[in-house]
């Protein structure tokens, strides 16, 4: 797209000026991990490792991150379930049938989730499932349905309908035709929103913050605290880890899209 | 519709959690809003008469809308560079602006706090380049707050802008030029007019999302400048007047549904949430 047609010096100045005031506070916190001192800077004569052993050593990290991590694990498993049958099911019958309920599962991307947390704290108070690890579970995973529905559709737009009729025309029944000739071909765009919906419940804090308490203590939540209480370098190495994963899954997510788009 | 009835069961799951576990908190939201304290509409009546509730909501809408300006001008400027990259270098591009998509909200607060604070690497930077003399309030205030948020929503804009230039054919832009229009002039009637659609559809995704922001303003305002959500959070979880907490919240969720409403009858909405996303 270019024809003779070029954006100026200056546009070209301010979108790498953007770039920057975009990267930049992502790749600052990896030196700052690795700080030779006591509190949050720039190391001053080696790069040490101290904070993130400390990190390690700490039981108190380690019980966060073991908690995010099967409360995510759970919460992606629900939302893979009932996403997934949802798209099929949206993808088969007609649009205008379904119009609905494809608007309900899009609405947690689109209500801010402070309002789906005052809601949950007295809904759950009521059903006492609070500050259980369920009750997280169930919070991310109905908010992590969407992404799967996004995803999970996409592949099956690109799916030819006439597999599928020509499997049922031969006397197949819905849940063969599912398990052998839709599943395999939708495999990716499932893992993909497998991938969105963990690192939708691995990086959630808002609704935590109403609904756990003690028992239930994520990684966000022990981060949220760290930074309102005291900000050392050992947070610094949290982030750096936390960057870290998230990076691994996007880059999982991209190996994924190659290998379908082939 | 036999034949069909085992695509509904199907949707069965899905349509049974949201119901019962989002769709039924929030709409007891809205009930609480017009039940407690006292039945009927004093909360609402508190929109007209606290000047409380009107301070924070004049914040929440005029970071909201800061906010938007600039995530516009950068995210149009970027959409920009990359729509007229060639195919290699826009795949760096995005990549550069898909990344910071991902990255936890908390962890970019945090990040933000080392960098702005008064100790913090951007002022010991200018100081020891004698730029400055003392350290600049960066953050725990409202210039902390729009430089997180604008931090967040500059992707969000980035993508349906993009999605709009990239339609443009680029025969037209060559007509322009070889007609004779200067690159001022086709920048201004021809390009800019082609891609407003996406600025319109950018515009609206990032206004949105910004006015429920909870995250970014409570860790980078220090409490000090308070935004609709954390207002929210302060009625409910301190002060437990839940009516008032819970009227705002619905004034938020009804804002925005009819900001969508309104606007999905000019711009198709699939753009945004798409069949592709």
Redesign the interface.
Known sequence: ????????RF??L??WA??L??????T??LP?SLTDQRF???PAERLSLQHYASLIASPAWRGAIWQSFWIALASTA?AV???T??A???W??SRRS?EV?RA?????????????A??????FGRLDLLDRFLGVV??H???G?PYV???V??AL?AFDARLEQAARGMGAS?SQTLRWVILPRIAPGILSGAIFAF?HS??E??LV??IASRQVFTL?RK??DG??EN?DPA??AV?VL??GL??VL?LADLALRRARDG | MRRDLGWWALLAPAFLLMTAFYLAPILQVLAISFTEPTPGLGNYERLLTNPAVQRVIGTTLRICLITTLISLALGYALAYVIALASPRARRWWLLGVLVPLWISVLVRAFAWVTLLRRQGLVNQGLQSLGAIEAPLALVWNETGIVIGMVHYMVPYAVLPILGAMREIDPRVLAAARGLGASRGTVFFRVFLPLSAPGLAAAAMLVFIVTLGFYITPAILGGGKTLMAAEWIKLQILDLVRWGLGAMLASVMVVTILVLLGIFSRVVNLRRLFGAGA
Not at chain 1, 1 to 8: E, H, Q
Not at chain 1, 21 to 26: E, G, H, T
Not at chain 1, 118 to 123: C, M, S, V
């Open positions: 797209m270019t024809g003779g047609y070029a954006p100026g546009v070209r301010l979108a953007t770039l005031y975009l990267l930049l506070p992502i600052i916190i700052v949050l800077s720039l629900l379930l009932a996403g049958l949802c099929l099911g949206c088969r019958l379904t309920v309900l599962m899009l609405l947690p991307l689109i209500i801010p989730s402070i309002v789906y005052i809601g949950l704290y007295r809904y169930l919070a995973g109905v908010t349905i529905v996004i995803t559709s996409t737009a819905l690192i691995w990086d804090l808002v913050l109403f966000p981060i949220w930074i309102n900000l947070m610094a982030a936390l960057i998230t990076l996007l």
